[in-house]
């Protein structure tokens, strides 16, 4: 088993949590507390998967960066990875609802499945599973909640379109 190992970023959303190998990012993960092992006296020669991670999520909170090369691998079903390579294809600075997601499945009837997969997504940001809304463009389920959904894609539909408001 490869060594796992994690960093810390202060983004505009608050402390977020990089996480993977040597070769490849596992989760990125919206931090509520301050973790206890983040501290510069604990933290191991970070990896250069974990640098260029956060160097990306620096450069797309800057409003320089619309689609990320890092290295992936999420553990899951079948059927969860096939619907988190689907979010992959969901263009910076658009949105498609959960039956537009199932649809891509090939499955309207998969709705339910896809949602909870889409709930499941370890890596946020880079695997947008904030781009998927409700069937109005109801602003629904995110796991890093809801004004962090709403911050994502404002913050996307501004750089894309100018707009400062979609909610």
């Known amino acids: 088993m490869q060594e796992q190992f994690s ?20 989760e990125i993960h919206f931090m509520d507390d301050a973790p206890q092992a983040a501290s510069p006296e604990q933290s191991p020669i970070l990896p250069p998967s974990i640098i260029l991670c956060m160097e990306q999520l620096i ?42 997601l199932a649809r891509r499945l090939g499955d309207v009837k998969v709705i339910r499945a896809a949602a909870s997969a889409n709930g499941k997504n370890s890596i946020a940001i880079i695997v947008p ?18 004004w962090r959904k709403k911050w994502l894609l404002e913050h996307e539909a501004k750089i894309t379109y100018g707009i400062q408001t979609l909610f």
């Open 7 to 26: 960093a810390y970023y202060h983004s505009p959303l608050g402390l977020i949590r990089i996480s993977g190998t040597e070769h490849y990012i596992s």
């Open 59 to 100: 450069q797309y909170f800057h409003g320089q960066r619309k689609q990320f090369d890092v290295p992936l691998q999420q553990q899951g079903t079948a059927f969860q990875q096939k619907v988190w390579n689907e979010l992959l294809g969901i263009p910076f600075g658009k949105t498609i609802a959960y039956l537009e």
């Open 129 to 146: 599973c904030h781009r998927v809304v409700g069937s109005n463009n109801d602003l629904v389920g995110y796991a890093g909640g809801l």
